[in-house]
């Protein structure tokens, strides 16, 4: 069964160090996200991404985040200069259709970056 | 007010009995989407089930199934016959549509499920 991957499963970096996570949707799916989960906190939405464009990004987003679709595989989230609080899960989604109401919306998460801050 | 709402932090169920995880919704949008995740320990977030707003059945994937309370905003996950592999996190998970035109998932705070023999 297709899935999305993530690498690395887990990133310890120095605060103030730029971080590249990845992640490859699943093949024939044309929606991609971001989450973050912060440890024993709810899963945040951070950004959408469809046909090579930001579709929609929350507040938590700013200019130190990233999201780019360099190949036809891989979807990256940079962090350019990390922060303590920037520690969390990371999960890359990515859902087939977008309309809402219909299963193909269905968001398929990775299985997470872990990034921890020093 | 909280989009989703989860008010069981915790529960607890005997292996091979059924478990009922609540969830209440809040949106005006006539177009959404509800779901619910599993998160074992080992962190990764795995789709169990999904319900359409217009869908006129409850939603059923095996042993899961969403019991759809339009009326009352609920979409409640029943898990039948419990087992061990069961206990993990469960997150509530609405998208909203038309109205909205949004695509990030909107989560609860999740229920912690543990299964005893």
């Known amino acids: 069964e297709p899935e999305v991957t993530q690498t690395p499963s887990h990133q310890v970096t120095q605060m103030g160090q730029e971080v590249i996570l990845r992640c490859v949707p699943i093949?024939?799916?044309?929606?991609f996200y971001w989450y973050r989960q912060i440890l024993g906190q709810k899963v945040e939405f951070l950004v959408s991404?469809?046909?090579?464009?930001?579709?929609?990004k929350s507040e938590i987003f700013d200019d130190q985040f990233s999201v780019e679709r360099p190949d036809g595989s891989n979807f990256t989230l940079k962090i350019r200069s990390t922060k303590l609080e920037d520690s969390a899960m990371y999960f890359c989604?990515?859902?087939?259709?977008?309309?809402?109401?219909?299963?193909?919306?269905?968001?398929?998460f990775g299985p997470g970056t872990r990034l921890l801050v020093l | 007010a909280q989009k989703i709402t989860q008010t069981q932090p915790g529960m607890f169920v005997q292996e091979k009995e059924a478990v009922t995880l609540d969830c209440t919704y809040d949106?005006?949008?006539?177009?959404?989407?509800l779901f619910w995740y599993k998160q074992p320990s080992s962190g990764e977030m795995i789709f169990l089930i999904y319900?359409?707003?217009?869908?006129?059945q409850n939603a059923t994937e095996g042993r899961y199934s969403l019991n759809f309370q339009k009326a009352r905003k609920s979409a409640n996950l029943v898990i039948s016959a419990s087992q061990l592999g069961d206990s993990a996190m469960y997150f509530c998970?609405?998208?909203?549509?038309?109205?909205?035109?949004?695509?990030?998932?909107?989560f609860g705070t999740g229920t912690r499920l543990q299964v005893f023999p």
């Open positions: 989604a990515s859902s087939e259709w977008a309309r809402a109401g219909s299963k193909e919306e269905t968001q398929y």
């Open positions: 093949s024939n799916h044309l929606y």
């Open positions: 991404f469809y046909n090579n464009e930001i579709s929609e």
């Open positions: 949106t005006s949008d006539p177009s959404y989407g």
């Open positions: 319900q359409g707003s217009y869908d006129q």
């Open positions: 998970a609405m998208r909203e549509g038309v109205d909205y035109n949004t695509d990030k998932l909107i």
